[in-house]
């Protein structure tokens, strides 16, 4: 025989009900049941409890012993679970301290300007801020998410792409109306470079010539630990750098930069990613709502890959 499925909880608040209203029909009236179903589903506790709660032979509704006793231990049961509701529901709301780690120029230019707009929408979710180019572990800097550059390592965070940004060779007007502007990569060996100096930093720079890949040294007369320092630099026309769209396009629209070598332009790109712990269960409403916040405002404003 299948067993019958027990709805303990639905039972409580019936029986409850019944307390409260003083009766069968008043509970049946205000649960929007029959009175004869309030009867039977008390009935079938009390069976099932193999105890008398009601006292049936009186006009006015009486529990029993086991009935007061159930009655009291039944609404702290309905109350926890009232509780654990509202607990739940309030997760459900962004709320709390979010924690985000991101590179140094994506955190200026992008990350820091998008906060205020955050916090307007979602004003119980304080935003705690952290800029670096080195890549942090979020468990130990016990960050929620961080935004990413670049290939990905294995890792188990969970990533989701924001957009691909493409690489641009710039330098500034003041610099190339000194230097002027080199016409092939052969050139850039009698140039001034502003290149990286740390150790994910690749020595070579990409080129496309007659259909065909190719690269060339560089070699750098200013060497920078972060993207935001290489504009910077740039921009006061110390020399040639490659960086970003992403960082550099509203410069490029302004006419602060120039971008150099475009004809042998590979169209390389980097991925821009957000990542975050992944958890058993679902996100922080948080974590969430500035994920989707973060995706809607690069479908919409960043200028990653569009050519300058």
Sequence with gaps: ????????????????????????????????????????????????????????????????????????????????????????????????????????????????????????????????????????????????????????????????????????????????????????PDALASHELVVFNFARHCDQWPFLEAGRRTSRPVHGTAMVGDGESARRLALAGMGITRLSMFHIAPDIAAGRLVPVLEAFNPGDVEALSVVYVGHAGPLPARVRAFIDFLAAEADVNWPMGRQP
């Design 1 to 184: 025989m299948p067993r019958q499925e027990i709805n303990r909880s639905g039972e409580m608040e019936v029986f409850a009900r019944v307390v409260e209203e003083g009766g069968f029909s008043a509970a049946a009236r205000s649960l929007s049941m029959t009175p004869s179903a309030v009867s039977k589903l008390v009935a079938r506790l009390e069976a099932r409890l193999g105890a008398r709660l009601v006292a049936r032979s009186t006009r006015k509704l009486q529990l029993t012993a086991e009935g007061l006793t159930f009655h009291e231990r039944a609404l702290r049961v309905l109350a926890d679970l009232d509780e654990a509701e509202r607990s739940v529901a309030a997760c459900a709301v962004p709320r709390g301290r979010l924690r985000i780690n991101s590179n140094v120029p994506f955190g200026l230019h992008h990350l820091l300007p998008l906060v205020p707009r955050f916090r307007a929408a979602h004003p119980e979710v304080q935003v705690d801020v952290t800029l670096t180019d080195e890549v942090v572990d979020l468990l130990e800097e016990r960050a929620e998410l961080a935004i990413r550059v670049g290939p990905l390592r294995p890792s188990q965070l969970v990533a989701r792409k924001l957009g691909d940004s493409r690489m641009v060779l710039v330098a500034s007007p003041d610099y190339l109306a000194r230097r002027g502007a080199p016409a092939h």
